[in-house]
């Protein structure tokens, strides 16, 4: 059983950065794509980014327009661990952040617009105000 844990959220200034990390166990070969999503209460949950593994160490990724240019996913595979690098962050970046994973068959299924993901953490809370 894949368990997602996340940790590193914080409440900061507009303007600042935050390091977001997903410790993941049991990580297979088969779970190749892993993302981070959003959700602020009464909204939908919004998908971030994500990270497709096609190899080893061959990596696409893949962001929402609301945050493209801004954080930067990443993942270490010696340590099975996401990350999310979080700059220049915005009131409207505030909501609770969640890491999720799943085995797919091609990059083009793992996007932030897809939904469907085998594995979910608790979410780490980001808040950003002045």
């Known amino acids: 059983q894949v368990q997602l844990v996340e940790s590193g959220g914080d409440s900061v200034q507009p303007g600042g950065s935050l390091k977001l990390s997903c410790v993941v166990s049991?990580?297979?070969?088969?779970?190749?794509?892993m993302a981070w999503f959003r959700q602020v209460p009464g909204k939908e949950r919004e998908g971030v980014a994500s990270?497709?593994?096609?190899?080893?160490?061959?990596?696409?990724?893949n962001y929402a327009d609301s945050v493209k240019g801004r954080f930067f996913i990443s993942q270490d595979n010696t340590k099975g661990t996401v990350y999310l690098q979080m700059n220049s962050l915005k009131p409207e970046d505030t909501a609770m952040y969640y890491c999720?994973?799943?085995?797919?068959?091609?990059?083009?299924?793992?996007?932030?617009?897809?939904?469907?993901?085998?594995?979910w953490g608790q979410g780490t809370q980001v808040t950003v105000s002045p």
């Open positions: 999720a994973a799943k085995s797919t068959n091609g990059r083009q299924l793992c996007t932030p617009g897809e939904r469907s993901f085998d594995y």
């Open positions: 049991e990580y297979t070969p088969t779970t190749n794509c």
């Open positions: 990270l497709y593994k096609a190899a080893p160490w061959t990596f696409y990724p």
